[in-house]
Antibody
């Protein structure tokens, strides 16, 4: 069974930091492009960040550039999102999402259940 | 950034109805479009990729078409389990962007 499971969410004050983790199982994690996608409850999906299988190419949505860092540890089959200087508008459910094994495939065929991040004073 | 505009934002339909959702891209994305279904409290589920290719296990009543800037998702005969919110996503270039969603509700 292939799975992604996020952890590390919680409540944090504005300006604070959190690190999300995503544990992958059932597939060769190191082969895949990986992403974080977030969703404010009741609102549309928003792509947040991307990392290549080699861990050397990254992309971020403008609103998190310079504050969030995506990384991966293939030995641990894990994806991470370090979130610094958090703002109220970062409050959302954060999903880990698997894309393809090539640079042409940026649709998401596997999603975790999500981890809720709440930024509030 | 490529903007994705979905319409309608909601549709009321009955079991057995044919439902069509449209998605318009602000620039040419060739066939780099995906469709997802999301039910309340659940993660999205991939239905269609590359505009018209069906993900494994997706019922054949779902189909996608289009290229360039105009795309459609069609449910040929709506089933009870199809009441959900549907999103399009352009996969042509970063930043990846989603449409605003279409909620399919029971009439």
């Amino acid at each position: 069974q292939v799975h992604l499971v996020e952890s590390g969410g919680g409540m944090v004050k504005p300006g604070g930091s959190l690190r999300l983790s995503c544990a992958a199982s059932g597939f060769i994690f190191s082969d895949y492009h990986m992403n974080w996608v977030r969703q404010v409850p009741g609102k549309p999906l928003e792509w947040v960040a991307y990392i290549s299988p080699s861990g050397t190419t990254f992309h971020y949505t403008d609103s998190v550039e310079g504050r969030f860092t995506i990384s991966r540890d293939d030995a641990k089959n894990s994806l991470y999102l370090q979130m610094n200087n958090l703002r109220a508008d970062d409050t959302a459910l954060y999903y880990c999402a698997r894309a393809g094994m090539t640079t042409l495939i940026h649709w998401f065929d596997l999603w975790g259940p999500g981890s809720l991040v709440t930024v509030s004073s | 950034d490529i903007q994705m505009t979905q319409s309608p934002s909601s549709v009321s339909a009955s079991v057995g109805d044919r439902v069509t959702i449209t998605c318009q891209a602000s620039q040419d994305i060739r066939s780099w479009l995906a469709w997802y279904q999301q039910k309340p409290g659940k993660a999205p589920k991939l239905l269609i990729f590359a505009a018209s290719s069906m993900e494994s296990g997706v019922p054949r009543r779902f189909s996608g078409s289009g290229s360039g800037t105009y795309f459609t998702l069609t449910i040929s005969s709506l089933q009870p389990e199809d009441f959900a919110t549907y999103y399009c996503q352009q996969t042509n270039s970063f930043p990846l962007t989603f449409g605003g969603g279409t909620k399919v509700e029971s009439k």
